[in-house]
């Protein structure tokens, strides 16, 4: 079987039988993190770890850091704003992506 | 107004009786809109949502068989999953007018336009008429019940557009009023054999062997002959409306050595290629064929006359056979012809790829190198936009 | 107008992209001119880039292709200059118009326009906000495209929008278009 290549415009002699993805798991190169119009900032002091934000993101795209807090990995997140939602101690405002 | 919206107006202001549909991408805004009309009692019909194209198409044949008008539309997967019952509707004789929104069959999953799916149908005995846009597309609807229910026809007839380039276009359209649809497209007659308690009759009974060719050959005959009818509506509808078709169209092919022959929204394109090409003095026209089935043999033989080369395009391969359906059909059909030009297939369009002016003009190009004999194509056809 | 005036509209799944383009090509074809109008099909995702486009012509058109080679982009949000090559094809001597709240030789000198294109800004985002207290922009941006480029009346835009808004929507959106159209101005191209 061809070796799996991520490119957009494969060549018919590129693509694996039967067109099939034999690579597990590969969503995460296809970064969402573009169609964010408005992007959540956890504030680290607030924030108690409680881990209900990344429990509750549809994306996967809060991320543990270090001393028990969480954050949130920019590539996907699509500022849905569920997390800021949801944070129990409102550590988590939306803000917008704005021009710059 | 936009292509489907189009779509679903013609079937309105034909007064449909029932319409039985499953939404499917990119048919939904014809669904949609028509089940709005019937919801708002712009239209007195019986919508029935079936929980499958399969359930759909039978309960079109079940309403049709009552006499009753019916419309549906569907594509790609829809009408691959309708497949066994597409033949029934035209064997029955049922005069069941399609929308196909031309999608390509998976896999992969793809919902953009292709004819791969209509192709797939195309020995089911239907009439297949190719729209280019939405003023056709409205025109041939309307028209498909006039010739769907002729009684020298009664044949189901599918209109197929290319998927989102002739669903969700916006341009300008021309409509009627109810009353001059009606002068042109009465009420239905519900034929006396129609399935009626009062009168009963046996539909689909078992054929054995010794009658189910004289059954073919009928159905044949049948579907064979409405090109005549099909001609006669053309020109009524012309007459009436001022929107005058026909079997076959050309552009500027009086003095052609070339001919580019397609069906549907492509041509559009394609009649834009042929004028940048014929600014370069080269002497090439367009064949556009707008009913598919049947095959309309004398119309296209009259248009290939004197041609050196005719280039045919497809929008969908016969996997492993002799190139794109079109190809093989217009190489078969003119084989008989006592000067053939050459005849070259392309296939393009694939899965919704789009078809630029540019593709056509190298393929004519491609045509001209096979005449000159600076090139060979094998099997004679090639897909023409693949990274191989 | 010349043969053929395409234009590509650049949005936002859900910002209204596409209906700015039907409207305006509902407008061009209530002047009795010919026009197409049609979204780059997919599945909708709210958020993601699309593209949507729309022709005009005195003449049937009779072409069907994406347009590769737009007369004017309008670009309903900003942002998306970060993500998207909005600028592709764009002919020389072409037009653009951005919403923004940035004054034009700012996005001139951040995303390389050329001198030969005409740059229209406008804030259609405070525009939207003021009236409509939602920064749906699509029916602003209309306004900055009949003053870009006139190819219909300004009033005709705004019969067409007030038949898609109805009653204090329609109006509402009709201040938006009237407002932008007022609001937007243009430096650079021939003038």
Known sequence: MNEFKRTPKPRVS???????????????????????????VINKDKCTGCSLCWVYCPDTAVIKVEGGKYDVDLNYCKGCGICAEECPVKAITMVEEGED | ????????????????????????????????TLSEYVANGELDAEYINAESEHSAISACIGAAATGARVFTATC???LALMHELLPIAAGWRLPIVMVNTNRSLSPNL?????????????????????????????????????????????????VNAKG??????????????????????????????????????????????????????????????????????????????????????????????????????????????VDALREKGEKVGMIKLRVFRPFPFDDLAAASKNLKAIGVFDEAISVGGVG????????????????????????????????????????????????????????????????? | MKEMFEVRWHGRGGQGAVTAAELSVYAAIEEGKYAQAFPSFG??????????????????????????????????????FKNVNVMEGLKANGIAVVNTSKPAEDIIKRYNFPGNIKLGVVNATRIAMDILRMPIVNTAMLGSFVKATGIVKLETIINVVKRRFRGAAGEKNAEAVRRAYNETVFVGGDG
């Not at chain 2, 580019?260 to 559009?268: F, V």
């Not at chain 2, 491609?366 to 005449?371: A, F, M």
């Not at chain 3, 729309?54 to 004017?72: E, H």
């Open chain 2, 324 to 388: 794109g359906p079109l190809f093989g059909e217009v190489r078969s059909a003119l084989y008989s012809l006592e000067r053939r030009p050459k005849i070259l297939g392309f296939i393009q369009g694939i899965g919704g790829r789009d078809i630029k002016v540019d593709d056509f003009i190298r393929a004519y190009y491609e045509i001209k190198s096979v005449l000159s004999g600076e090139k060979r194509i094998e099997n004679d056809f090639m897909f023409l936009q693949v990274r191989e």
């Open chain 2, 1 to 32: 107004m936009e292509c489907a919206a189009a779509a679903a107006l013609a079937a309105k202001l034909a007064m449909v009786d029932v319409i039985a549909a499953y939404p499917i991408t990119p048919q939904t805004h014809i669904a949609e």
């Open chain 2, 110 to 158: 793809n919902i953009w336009g292709d004819q791969s799916d209509s192709m797939a149908s195309r020995d089911c005995g239907w009439i297949q008429f190719f729209a280019e846009n939405a003023q056709e597309l409205f025109d041939l609807v309307i028209m498909a019940f006039r010739i769907a229910e002729d009684e020298r026809v009664q044949l189901p007839v599918m």
């Open chain 2, 164 to 273: 989102f380039y002739c669903t969700h276009v916006i341009e300008p359209l021309t409509i009627m009023d109810q009353e001059e649809v009606e002068k042109f497209l009465p009420p239905k007659k519900i034929p006396k054999y129609a399935l009626n308690p009062d009168n009963p009759t046996t539909w689909g009974c078992v054929a054995f062997p010794d009658v189910q060719t004289e059954i073919r050959k009928q159905w044949d005959d049948a579907l064979r002959n409405s090109i005549k009818v099909i001609r006669e509506v053309f020109k009524e509808y012309g007459s009436l409306f001022g929107r005058n078709y026909d079997i076959i169209e050309t552009y500027r092919m009086e003095d052609a050595e070339v001919g580019l022959l397609l069906m549907g929204y492509a041509c559009g394109t394609c009649r834009v290629a």
């Open chain 1, 14 to 40: 590129e693509l694996p039988i039967a067109a099939i993805i034999p690579e597990p798991g590969n969503s995460k190169y296809y970064s969402t993190g573009d169609w964010r119009s408005v992007r959540p």
């Open chain 3, 43 to 80: 599945p909708e995702r709210r958020g993601a880039p699309v593209v949507a486009f729309s022709r005009f012509s005195d003449k049937p058109i009779l072409i069907r292709s994406d347009i590769y080679n737009p007369d004017m982009i309008i670009v309903l949000d900003p942002t998306l």
């Open chain 2, 76 to 78: 790609g997967q829809g």
